[in-house]
């Protein structure tokens, strides 16, 4: 089955800029639905930022127009760009396949903004 290894998170000031990577080994990621969710301390995890199968991107609303998500076929990897960052979004960010089938998760990378 596919394994999920995320890097780049990191601490940052308030307006910031993060890219956050999501490397794919054991099956591809391109065919699916693929995303990047965050979790703070006793709350749910969230769905942040979608991309289809077909490249089309979703994102949740209090990240428009700030966060950006991207994949790379030929590397299997997917991407998400955090711009303008606030101190809302810190949390640990996790890339998904298929988050609403088999859901495989990686175990995440750390945002601080402060």
């Known amino acids: 089955h596919v394994q999920l290894v995320e890097s780049g998170g990191g601490s940052v000031q308030v307006g910031g800029s993060l890219r956050l990577s999501c490397a794919a080994s054991?099956?591809?990621?391109?065919?699916?639905?693929k995303g990047w969710f965050r979790q703070i301390p006793d709350k749910e995890r969230e769905g942040v930022a979608g991309?289809?199968?077909?490249?089309?991107?979703s994102y949740a609303d209090s990240v428009k127009g700030r966060f950006t998500v991207s994949q790379d076929s030929a590397k299997n990897a997917l991407y998400l760009q955090l711009d303008k960052l606030s101190t809302e979004d810190t949390a640990m960010y996790y890339c998904?396949?298929?988050?609403?089938?088999?859901?495989?998760y990686g175990r995440g990378t750390q945002v601080t903004v402060s």
């Open positions: 054991g099956d591809t990621i391109g065919r699916y639905c």
């Open positions: 991309n289809e199968g077909d490249g089309s991107t």
């Open positions: 998904a396949r298929d988050p609403a089938g088999a859901g495989y």
